[in-house]
């Protein structure tokens, strides 16, 4: 990527003298930022694009956007408590009411799952889900099954857990939660 960078520079640059040289350096700087964050954000799009529009090997269909998950499942948060591993757990109900198995991603993407503390503070969700990816829920064709995700922080300051852009009310350390619109 340096060779790349300083090729055109060292075409450009002896023919310039001093502020010249200092403009045409940072506008070739400029662009090749420019044009790698780009291709960047093309690669991470790409990927999200196949990934939802392709069937996974196990058959599932993908699904990441907020309206999409909404529309085939039901969620609920069943308890929340401080994990053993440091932390908390949250323990959610995912409802598949389709007829074939779904494959929810985005908990780490976007704000998919966040956990806010009684200051609106949210905390991050950590990277580890025993059972499940870190950042996706498998669930099976018309089932319910119990997920739970983790996420950094203390499970006696919880309040809200927000997925896919909808807010579940924590009331205690472990409790059931209710959802909000």
Known sequence: MRRLLLAPLLLLVPACKGETAKDVTAAVVGKTVEVAKGAGSGVV???????KGAVSTDGSRTLSAAD???????????EVKA??????????????KTAEPLHLLGLQEGGGAQLLDKDGFATPLQ??????????????????????????GEADKAAKVRLWGREFTVSGTATAATPQP
């Open 45 to 51: 799009e790409g990927m999200k694009e196949g990934r």
């Open 83 to 96: 994990s053993s591993g440091g932390g908390v757990e949250v323990v959610l109900a995912v409802t598949n």
């Open 68 to 78: 999409e998950v909404h529309a085939n499942t039901e969620l609920s948060v069943l």
């Open 127 to 152: 990277a580890r889900s025993p059972g499940q990816a870190a950042d996706s829920i498998k669930v099976p064709p018309s089932v319910k099954v119990k997920a739970s995700v983790f996420f950094d």
